[in-house]
């Protein structure tokens, strides 16, 4: 499996067959188990995910390795069963191509040769040792405990095959991680160059980070950007060769290569993502600054047909996603983004293009490795996410978060600040308010302002006597709508409440 993975990493990760697994249990676990792992596991909940392939795959081996020490042929029948059972998630996958099986078939060579290798091995270093004055019935007139020939051959035939396997272990775990180490330098984008932007905005300015430690940076660097997706292997897209094509509901079907996009004027946004997964106080919300063309222009260009109401986007894995045709077409911030923060868009946000729809979650609105927007009718094509049941609109509900101090944290007494961030996409922030204890709401200190789709960071001075403390904040958006309290699970239009924490001081 190992080898086969490498073999993938080098051909098209996807089809490594651990991979095409773990990807075949994502889209079969039904969402109450997919919202609980998002929420328990958070970013662990991949590397969980491949582990428990990992365990699994060892666990089906071991057990057909024993039945191999009696039956040779029916292990390595088996096995190859074993491994014929990943060939089928990685030929259900939307992209196959008959070559995705090339690493399933190296995995079908290798792991029955192994088997039959070590099985032999293992069997002659018992049979080695069985010469007549060792059977149970030997003559008692030859009561040596003397080591024969017979015990230090044995002996050393079991020492050949405990350094074969710890070998092949060796070898196996290098495939493993050189699969890895080659996945992540293909990953890495050189020698691209952003676009160029017609008319820049002016620099972002200074955020409330620098005064106030704990606070969330006014922007969020792309490094600790939260990544949310249903990829095991994270597209490589090569962006030569790759399109963006519009058609469906549209006069003129049009299709734009990389180049096109990028030589296009394009624009900056300062836009504010959130994850409909977010718990109230999570950190699946992230603010970037985005460079690309807007989504409004594309359309208008194909030229929008009167029946459409939805644009299903696909990703270049088959992946789709539905958006309001409205949110591309009532003045919104809609782009197809192409850089983030002055960086050309990474391969884990969704090179080479995706798509940013300011207000809309993630998953009705933020498509990454984009290659198709068709527009269409909410009756006549669902997306991935609405298939499972979670809901066809759905714009981000205020919110807002504690920094500092952290939850359950003991901080020393005296003078502090509460502080964090709060958002209110499409609408702004207009104020933050902190309750100490249960007393009073009190207006915070709000940070710059990029915009009402961009996130505010806030601060309130505190004087922090010894003992436990209860904090809660709230927001107001610049329509008067103070965040719910109603406290609602991230299923199925995202989450509401109020963050209330405890923490001890002194
Ligand atoms: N192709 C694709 N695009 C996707 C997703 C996905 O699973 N596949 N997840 C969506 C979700 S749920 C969110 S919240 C955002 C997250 O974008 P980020 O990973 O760049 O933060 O991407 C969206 N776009
Ligand atoms: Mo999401």
Not at 146 to 173: C, E, I, K, W
Not at 428 to 439: I, S
Request: aromatic letters at 6%.
């Amino acid at each position: 499996m190992s080898v086969a993975h490498l073999t993938a990493a080098l051909l098209t990760p996807a089809s490594s067959p651990a991979l095409a697994v773990g990807t075949a249990v994502i889209n079969a676990t039904p969402t109450p188990v997919k919202e609980w792992a998002v929420r328990e596991l958070g970013h662990a909940d991949k590397p969980i995910l491949i582990g428990s392939v990992l365990l699994g795959t060892i666990a089906f081996a071991a057990a057909i390795g024993v039945v191999a020490r009696r039956r040779l042929r029916l292990g390595a029948v088996l096995l190859a069963g074993l491994v014929l059972l990943p060939a089928a998630a990685v030929a259900l996958q939307p992209l196959f191509k008959i070559s995705y099986l090339i690493p399933t078939l190296v995995a079908l060579v290798l792991g029955p040769a192994v088997l039959v290798f070590l099985t032999r091995a293992l069997n002659a270093s018992e049979t080695s040792g069985h010469t007549p004055e060792h059977t149970p019935d030997h003559s008692p007139e030859q009561p040596t405990v003397h080591p024969t020939d017979g015990d230090s051959q044995r002996l050393s035939s079991r020492r050949n095959v405990l350094v074969g396997f710890g070998a092949l272990t060796l070898l196996s775990a290098a495939a493993a991680v050189g699969g890895e180490l080659v996945v992540r330098s293909r990953t890495a984008i050189a020698n691209l160059k952003l676009p160029r932007v017609g008319k820049p905005l002016p620099a972002l300015p200074t955020g409330l980070e620098e005064t106030y430690d704990g606070i969330s940076s006014f922007r969020t660097p792309n490094r600790d950007f939260y990544r949310v997706d249903t990829k095991l292997a994270v597209p490589i897209v090569d962006q030569d060769s790759w399109t963006l094509t519009i058609d469906g509901d549209v006069e003129r079907e049009l299709t734009f290569s990389y180049d096109d996009l990028r030589d296009r004027e394009n624009v900056e946004h300062d836009i504010t993502l959130t994850c409909v997964s977010n718990e109230v106080g999570g950190k699946l919300v992230g603010a970037a600054r985005w460079t690309g063309v807007p989504l409004k222009d594309l359309l208008e260009e194909a030229g929008v047909g009167d029946r459409a109401d939805q644009i299903l986007s696909t990703d270049v894995e088959g992946f789709t996603i539905s958006t309001p045709l409205e949110a591309a077409l009532d003045g919104r911030n809609a782009m197809i983004a192409l850089g983030m923060n002055g960086e050309v868009l990474s391969r884990t946000h969704g090179f080479p293009a995706r798509l940013v729809v300011p207000g809309l979650y993630g998953y009705v609105g933020a498509t990454k490795w984009v290659t198709k927007l068709t527009l269409t009718r909410y009756d006549a094509a669902t997306a991935y996410w609405t298939d499972r049941d979670w809901a066809t609109d759905a714009p981000i509900k205020l919110s807002s978060r504690i920094d500092t101090p952290r939850p359950l944290s003991n901080i020393p007494a005296g003078r502090t600040v509460i502080g964090g961030v709060a958002w209110a996409q499409q609408h702004g922030v207009e104020k933050v308010e902190v309750r100490v204890d249960g007393g009073r709401w009190q207006q915070a200190e709000l940070g710059p302002d990029a915009g009402i789709d961009y996130w505010r960071q806030w601060y309130l001075p505190w004087v922090a006597e010894p003992g436990s403390h209860q904090l809660a904040v709230r927001v107001t958006d610049r329509d008067g709508t103070l965040q719910s309290t109603d406290r609602a699970t991230p299923f199925p239009d995202g989450s509401s409440g109020i963050q209330d924490i405890v923490v001890t001081v002194g």
